[in-house]
């Protein structure tokens, strides 16, 4: 199967910083890429998806302003959360597709736990 | 509105086997998915059933009705490491994915 890394695996940051997550597709082309978070206990909550060389489209309530989300080329895609507050400490999951409808199979990166003090 | 349900928990014996129910109420649908997930893991695809029936794939299989909405999972010969959450998630008809709350299961020696 398709590989999709994730890093930093678990990042501790200071409240008022920026962090920044990659997501990279290791040996296939991805053309959408899609970020989201999950609190503890709950399921996965898609914050937006985005295709290569085009802007994120970000999920209703979802501030675009704070998570930036590039994706630069069809192996990576970065998100970054500007100045962190500890209600942002979540775990990050980025997913990427082939594009293909028929399997629709998501490959997902490992995730990155993110704890804002 | 779009929705996914799903019980939030189940509990199985080891050596058991286990169906996880799916109801899905989708606009438009193309397909549904099936995903385990660890505690603090990000999930890993289990199933995709875009037509009617029952597809077998070793100890897992998944099901599905398009009349009903409904789809299920089912796991046998359950082991330790099937303790897990486990996500059903459709697919609308604009392909995008509506995922529900999951079901933990619990194995139990």
């Known amino acids: 199967g398709a590989v999709v890394s994730q890093h930093p695996s678990w990042v501790i940051c200071k409240s008022g910083t920026s962090v920044k997550i990659e997501c990279r597709s290791l040996d296939f082309q991805a053309t959408t890429m899609f970020w989201y978070r999950q609190f503890p206990k709950q399921s996965l909550m898609l914050m937006a998806t985005s295709n290569e060389g085009s802007k994120a489209t970000y999920e209703q309530g979802v501030e675009k302003d704070k998570f930036l989300i590039n994706h630069a080329s069809l192996t990576l895609s970065t998100l970054t959360v500007t100045s962190a507050h500890p209600e942002d400490s979540s775990f990050y999951i980025c997913?990427?597709?082939?594009?293909?409808?028929?399997?629709?199979?998501?490959?997902f990166g490992e995730g990155s736990r993110l704890t804002v003090l | 509105g779009q929705n996914i349900d799903q019980p939030t928990e189940m509990t199985a014996t080891e050596g058991a086997i286990v169906q996880i129910n799916c109801t899905y109420q989708t606009s438009g649908f193309n397909g549904l998915f099936w995903y385990q997930q660890h505690a603090g893991e990000a999930p890993t695809f289990l199933s995709y059933?875009?037509l009617d029936g029952l597809e077998e794939k070793g100890r897992f299989s998944s099901f599905l009705s398009r009349s009903k909405g409904y789809s299920y999972l089912l796991l046998k010969e359950l082991q330790m490491k099937d303790s897990a959450s486990y996500l059903c998630a459709g697919w609308d008809s604009n392909y995008q994915l509506i995922w529900g709350a999951g079901t933990k299961l619990i194995i139990k020696p």
């Open positions: 059933n875009v």
């Open positions: 997913s990427a597709t082939r594009g293909e409808t028929d399997t629709g199979e998501l490959f």
